[in-house]
């Protein structure tokens, strides 16, 4: 909430006095930090006496979208099939209302054995609908590790034209 606030005072014309004395009421009730509707009466008098009233009304208003900010990395990369994935969340500040919650939603279920990107959305509103810039979390769901080759028997040996043995081993088919 801003610290100060500023009203436009009442004036007020007279047809006899060019003296006229306004008064008000209700401006000490106006508080700046809680929202609400103030009312400050205003009352014009003459030097006859006669008196005018109206009343203007302070609205003091939450106008300030929460801010969200990410727990963890924004961009996370998963080893397809052998990682695995938490959600680390997020915090909220408001500043009016203490009690405002994250919600999390999914483009899909991260499935960390399917390759993919997925994104979490962080959103959320106070009580008077102000709401955050959304804030997002990138999950690239990766394969980068070759397939590994076994191979079941003895080395082969082969005979060659020439009379001469070629030993192929693990060493020949991984070239």
């Not at 208003?61 to 727990?71: G, R």
């Not at 020439?162 to 070239?175: A, P």
Request: proline fraction near 1%; include cysteine.
């Amino acid at each position: 909430m801003e610290d100060t606030f500023t009203f436009e005072w009442a004036t007020a014309t007279d047809d006899c006095d060019g003296d006229v004395t306004i008064t008000q009421s209700g401006k000490a009730d106006v508080d700046v930090d809680t929202v609400g509707d103030y009312e400050i009466e205003f009352t014009a008098t003459d030097e006859s006496g006669n008196t005018d009233t109206c009343t203007q009304t302070i609205i003091v208003e939450d106008t300030t979208a929460p801010v969200i900010t990410l727990k963890g990395d924004e961009y996370i990369t998963i080893e397809a099939c052998s990682g695995s994935y938490t959600e680390h969340g997020a915090t909220v500040t408001d500043n009016y209302d203490d009690d405002v919650s994250v919600t999390i939603s999914y483009s899909a279920t991260i499935d960390v054995d399917e390759v993919g990107e997925y994104i979490v959305t962080y959103s959320c509103c106070d009580v008077y609908d102000n709401c955050a810039t959304d804030m997002y979390r990138y999950v690239d769901v990766e394969d980068t590790t070759s397939p590994v080759i076994t191979l079941y028997g003895d080395d082969l040996v082969m005979k060659q034209a020439g009379g001469y043995e070629k030993v192929m081993n693990d060493s020949f088919f991984n070239q």
